[in-house]
């Protein structure tokens, strides 16, 4: 029976949410790479327990999660009939729907039709009821942004989610979907961009619609892929993510003006007294604007780890200043 610390909350501090009632923790444990068919369920089990234990409470999945897709939650569902029922109150679960998950014109993308029947598919798989979250992944260009919007509107008012979210919008697509939703009568909770030294994306404009209308930033990608978790500093390893399962970090993309970049920001992260991913995490979570970081992780120390860069968020002008100087270099 698994019995987690009582002083759990006392470990990691939780931030609101846009203007809603709900906080999240400053770090989130996200179910991208690692909960498929290549991770044993007791591994998997491992890394959400001690997420747990050090506080972290949300934990972000997708239907297409894996690999195989649906994998992820299906597994996640074995880990909710083991050990979390009984805490399911303390959790923040979401999951998304919005690229590809089925064969056929209905399996994709941004219909009522698709986003309804995932939804579906994804509390059956995951043995719940509801979620706390559910996303459109990624905008549609050719389905009309009120029929997204009222299939969000209307899942939450059948109690299947109780907020909703968008991912990967641009500043103006999320502009226009969050005005949307609000004139249907339901607030957008949060925005999942991908954010990252690498990827500054949410600084073009996105950051000031989402601050202007109350709606919450996780960031997904804040390690960019991988390149920034340190792994990286003398090559591709092979048991590294790129070594072994190259799906979504390809070592072409590891390229040495890349890599210098990083050596450079690793060893500023030594005189800060971080690792390169403490520090990584930190700088995405310097604004207040950004709610919480999304990591990943393929075994528990990972997530121990990663939980440590909140000692340590604060930057002097100095130290932005050379990472802006170590991102510019050409």
């Known amino acids: 029976m698994y ?3 009582e002083d759990r909350y006392t470990k990691i501090p939780y931030r609101r949410c846009g203007k809603s009632g709900l906080k999240l923790p400053a770090i989130s444990l996200g179910l991208w790479h690692n909960f498929g068919n290549i991770t044993p369920i007791s591994i998997g089990q491992q890394i959400l327990r001690t997420a747990f234990d050090n506080g972290i409470t949300h934990f972000d999945l997708a239907n297409n999660y894996g690999p195989p897709y649906g994998e992820a939650e299906r597994n996640f569902g074995i880990h909710m009939d083991n050990d979390w029922h009984s805490h399911r109150d303390e959790l923040v679960i979401s999951t998304k729907a919005g690229y590809d998950m089925w064969p056929g014109p209905y399996g994709n993308f941004g219909s009522r039709k698709y986003l309804m029947a995932s939804l579906d598919q994804s509390l059956k798989r995951m043995h719940l009821d509801y ?16 029929e997204t919007m009222q299939a969000l509107h209307d899942i939450v008012k059948s109690g299947k989610a109780l907020y909703v979210g968008i991912s990967n919008y641009s500043a103006e697509q999320a502009e226009t979907a969050i005005k949307t939703l609000k004139g249907m009568g339901t607030h957008m909770l949060i925005h999942q961009p991908n954010y990252s030294m690498f990827n500054r994306t949410l600084e073009k404009g996105l950051c000031n619609v989402l601050e202007n209308e109350g709606v919450g930033c996780i960031a997904f990608g804040p390690l960019a892929g991988g390149i920034l978790a340190g792994r990286y500093l003398n090559g591709v390893p092979e048991d590294s993510r790129a070594g072994h399962d190259p799906r979504y970090l390809k070592p072409d993309n590891i390229t040495e003006q890349k890599l210098s970049k990083v050596r450079s920001l690793n060893t500023l992260a030594e005189l800060r ?4 991913a403490q520090m990584a995490l930190a700088w995405t979570l310097r604004n207040g604007y950004v709610t919480s970081a999304l990591i ?7 997530v121990i ?7 340590n968020l604060e930057f002097t002008a100095a130290e932005l200043a050379e990472i802006e100087n170590i991102l510019s270099e050409e």
Request: hydrophobic content about 25%.
């Open 3 to 5: 019995t987690p610390p």
């Open 296 to 302: 990943g992780a393929s075994k528990p120390q990972q």
């Open 273 to 276: 007294g971080q690792t390169l």
């Open 305 to 311: 780890e990663n939980a440590q860069a909140l000692k």
């Open 131 to 146: 979620v706390d979250i559910f996303y459109h992944h990624r905008p549609d260009p050719e389905t009309p942004i009120e």
